[in-house]
């Protein structure tokens, strides 16, 4: 079983020890949640590009004690945005690697100086000092990064994993180092049109003007609610995928769960919510569209409580992100996740300072006239989903979230379930089997275009019989990284801390702040 960690004066949960203690240390020096959480992503954005980095997007709920506060740091495309060249090349979905065009202006940094400069108490450069540290003395290959760094260092400007083979290698990132060091002096301009900047400029090769790299690419947006379970629960609107989440609950509150989540009704319950949830995904998921939470009861009422229901088709896959929790002594939460989309996203390096960027623009599509077709300017459909749910006196309860690609949603269904509904802990809760869909892929975010639906069941379940005899088709797969890496921490009815990190992560860590 995964271990709860309590603390009585902060908490930070992140999938990398050094990026927890990065958070805790900036607790400890005085700062915030805000501060930790931006402590605990720089870190990341150095030891962890296979997840995340400077060169990716960036989704953000914030309870500062008055309320619930959403921050969409999503990046758009440039003004060389050209859906009909694309259909000219014989392209009918983006292209999903080594191809600027997938690669939206990354709004990582945006975010960063969004969520700071609202709510941050230490100055930025105190704030970035753990991870201008590491990136310039070097920290050890974690588990996580070794299997791919070989490949990675070959490619262009990747120098900085040449070496990597195993386990503890020192890596060192002086170009990382230099972009931290241009944004704790000069804030965005220090990296939109710094070093950066004009090497995107460069690789874009007409995809991004100079006009471009001057928008801001962060907006506190208004959060999206549901009332499940006597609390509320919060996330991101579109274009963020958080909706399926809270449409999931809508949909699930009309059935009366089993007593035990090791009932496969229980598994075949959520698993239909979800469904349900997302199947019209492709259609109303994009940067104007409207969340159809309203919709709950009518979707509900598709789905036997007994079989599995033909016709909602969909399916969905893994990506690869990061998510992070802090929470601070004063009660402030932070429910942060960021992204490269795909492991090191692109596939595409900014030759100067080393830093791989994302490609998120694979959510747009190609169909002429489609709300989410891609374009100038425009943001793409988003699967990153955090969390945060309160009580009903509007209280913090929980900040929650979890990596995944289009699971998101559904692990966080089962998350916030086996919390809120059987009262578990954050370890008994992080710590259980999980399910997701999926289907055979070829690229992993091929996503919500049909194909037979198969829900995968991590290993030490007992669901797959029950979920057959119900007419699903299920799949073992091994305990681990498909599965999510979630985590969460619960502030207690006494006011104490309760957090728990995924073990799935292998080197992740649930940290307490030192007393005062």
């Known amino acids: 079983m995964t271990n709860t960690r309590y603390a009585a004066n902060g908490m930070v949960c992140t999938v990398d020890h050094l990026a927890s203690s990065a958070g805790i240390a900036t607790l400890d020096r005085g700062g915030n949640a805000a501060d930790a959480a931006v402590a605990a992503n ?10 995340c980095g400077l060169g990716g997007d960036l989704f953000a709920l914030v309870h500062d004690g008055d ?36 690669v939206p202006v990354p709004g990582c940094v945006d975010g960063w100086l969004a969520l700071h400069g609202r709510f941050g108490r230490l100055p930025l450069d105190v704030v970035l000092a753990p991870a ?16 791919g760094a070989p490949f990675i260092g070959s490619l262009p400007g990747a120098s900085d994993f040449a070496g990597v083979r195993s386990v503890g290698d020192a890596v060192r990132r002086p170009g990382v180092a230099r972009a931290l060091n241009a944004i704790a002096a000069s804030g965005r301009a220090g990296f939109y049109q710094g070093e950066f900047g004009q090497g995107l400029l460069a690789l874009g090769a007409g995809e991004y003007t100079e006009d471009d790299l001057a928008r801001v690419n962060a907006d506190w947006v208004t959060p999206l609610r549901v009332t499940a379970f006597g609390h509320d629960v919060w996330t991101i609107p579109p274009n963020s995928q958080g909706y399926l989440l809270l449409l999931a609950l809508g949909v699930l509150a009309g059935f009366d769960l089993p007593g035990d989540p090791a009932d496969p009704r229980w598994a075949h319950l959520l698993v239909e919510a ?111 989903s955090p969390a945060l749910i309160t009580r009903p006196d509007g209280s913090l309860r929980t900040v929650i979230g979890t990596m995944g690609g289009d ?38 975010f091929d996503t919500w275009h049909g194909g037979e639906l198969v829900v995968e069941v991590e290993d030490g379940s007992a669901w797959a019989p029950g979920l057959a005899e119900r007419g699903h088709l299920v799949r073992h797969e091994p305990y681990g990284d498909n599965f999510g890496h979630a985590h969460l921490i619960d502030v207690l009815p006494s006011g104490m801390l309760a957090g728990a990190a995924d073990p799935r992560a292998r080197i992740g860590a649930a940290l307490g702040s030192a007393p005062a």
């Open 67 to 102: 309320g619930v506060s959403a921050l969409n740091a999503s990046g758009r495309a440039g003004s060389g945005a050209d859906p009909g060249r694309l259909r000219d090349e014989g392209h009918d979905r983006m292209p999903h690697l080594y191809d600027i065009r997938s």
């Open 274 to 384: 979800a469904r349900a949830a997302g199947h019209d995904r492709l259609d109303v998921l994009h940067e104007d569209g409207c969340a159809p939470l309203d919709s709950a009861a009518g979707r509900r009422s598709l789905i036997d409580p007994d079989r599995r229901t033909a016709g909602l088709g969909g399916a969905t896959t893994r990506g690869d992100t990061t998510y992070l929790c802090a929470v601070d002594g004063d009660g402030m939460g932070v429910s942060l996740i960021q992204s490269n989309a795909a492991g090191f996203g692109s596939l595409l390096f900014e030759p100067g300072t080393g830093i791989n960027v994302h490609n998120r623009g694979i959510g747009f599509s190609l169909t002429p006239g489609h709300p989410a077709e891609y374009g100038p300017g425009r943001r793409p459909p988003h699967t990153l």
């Open 407 to 444: 699971a998101q949603p559904q692990i966080l269904l089962q998350l916030v379930t086996r919390l809120l509904a059987h009262g578990q802990t954050p370890g008994e809760a992080i710590g259980a089997p999980r399910w997701v869909l999926g289907v055979d892929q070829s690229t992993g």
């Open 42 to 51: 720089a870190v990341l954005a150095v030891t962890a590009p296979h997840m």
């Open 132 to 147: 201008i540290r590491l990136a310039t003395g070097g920290f050890p290959a974690s588990p996580l990064l070794v299997p």
